[in-house]
């Protein structure tokens, strides 16, 4: 008899872009998980560097593996894919050309979507002056990453392969996320035809959409109180 999967913790849950990609794949994988929420200013406690020494969300506590924690989103997802998608549901055959281009994709988020996207999001909402040389900086660098996505979703429905995989879900907090910047600077649509229909193709999958929802009302709330 199999022994029913106790509840994953996920600190971050869907708050913020690096939580919400990871909550993205546990809920494709139909994963039961608890979010943990931690405010900024809680990140750095003794208690909370005892699970992720980095300070930073999220961090990923699995009870099914002697409470096994792992912090780094792109980690958590490599971990959750090579534990949990036994039947390569968002994966392919360890080792496989298209393994392996899965984390190609999911490396060029991590390194190439992730670090600038959050820099143009950061001088257009948090940073305490404005300086327009810094949007406009990271902004152009936000066009760059979309420009790659674009080219090469030009003749083709998914990153990699012939069905949605974690490489595709991994890019999708962040993408949505920074028209809160962009919009007003270029129409996505018209300048990156080819990611807007990939965006809105995987946006509409349920489970996608689902926490998509859930991540907007949570920074509803948090924008609400800023």
């Not at 546990?26 to 405010?39: H, K, N, R, W």
């Not at 300070?55 to 090579?82: K, M, Q």
């Not at 790659?148 to 949505?176: M, N, P």
Request: proline letters at 5%; a neutral charge; hydrophobic letters at 35%.
């Amino acid at each position: 008899m199999t022994t029913p999967l106790k509840p994953l913790t996920l600190w971050g849950g869907v708050g913020g872009p690096n939580p919400s990609k990871v909550s993205i794949i546990l809920t494709e994988l139909s994963l039961a998980f608890e979010s943990q929420y931690l405010g900024f200013d809680k990140l750095k406690t003794p208690e909370y560097l005892k699970l992720n020494p980095n300070g930073r969300l999220p961090t990923l506590v699995d009870p099914n593996n002697g409470d096994f924690t792992i912090w780094e989103s792109g980690a958590i997802i490599e971990y959750v894919i090579a534990k949990y998608d036994k039947n390569h549901l968002l994966s392919y055959e360890v080792g496989s050309d298209l393994d392996f281009q899965c984390k190609q994709w999911l490396h060029f988020q991590v390194s190439g979507q992730g670090p600038y996207y959050g820099q143009a999001y950061w001088f257009a909402n948090f940073h305490p002056e404005k300086l327009p040389s810094a949007i406009e900086r990271y902004v152009k660098e936000v066009k760059r990453v979309s420009g790659v996505l674009d080219s090469h979703l030009k003749d083709r429905e998914y990153l990699v392969g012939d069905k949605c995989t974690y490489a595709d879900l991994a890019f999708i907090s962040w993408q949505t996320g920074i028209k809160a910047v962009t919009a007003e600077i270029y129409d996505e649509e018209k300048e990156f035809p080819h990611l807007s229909a990939w965006l809105k193709r995987i946006t509409s999958r349920e489970a996608t959409s689902r926490v998509l929802e859930q991540k907007k009302a949570l920074e509803a709330t948090f924008f609400a109180k800023k």
